[in-house]
């Protein structure tokens, strides 16, 4: 209903840089932002990461800027594996 004006508050930002030592070890940093009348909710994030042998285990961690942000405080965890491609289907 506000126009093009409107649409440009929907927009939600994110930005982040990571570091990778040797391709194996991961330092990442993050930041979030979303317009105060569209639900206002900014934070950054911090994580650590990890890969071995096709195994990767990643670890992040979300700080609120806004008050009583519904992921305060949230830490996520993520273990993966690489299948090799060996070509075709």
């Not at 569209?38 to 670890?59: E, M, N, P, S, V």
């Amino acid at each position: 209903p506000g126009g093009m004006a409107e649409v440009w508050t929907e927009w939600t930002s994110h930005s982040g840089l990571e570091y990778a030592y040797l391709s194996q070890w991961f330092l990442r940093l993050g930041y979030a932002y979303e317009d105060p009348l569209k639900g206002d909710r900014r934070y950054l994030t911090g994580g650590l990461g990890a890969k071995f042998r096709g195994f990767g285990l990643h670890f992040s961690y979300l700080y609120p800027v806004t008050p009583n942000h519904v992921l305060q405080n949230t830490m996520r965890f993520t273990l993966e594996y690489k299948v090799p491609y060996r070509g075709g289907f």
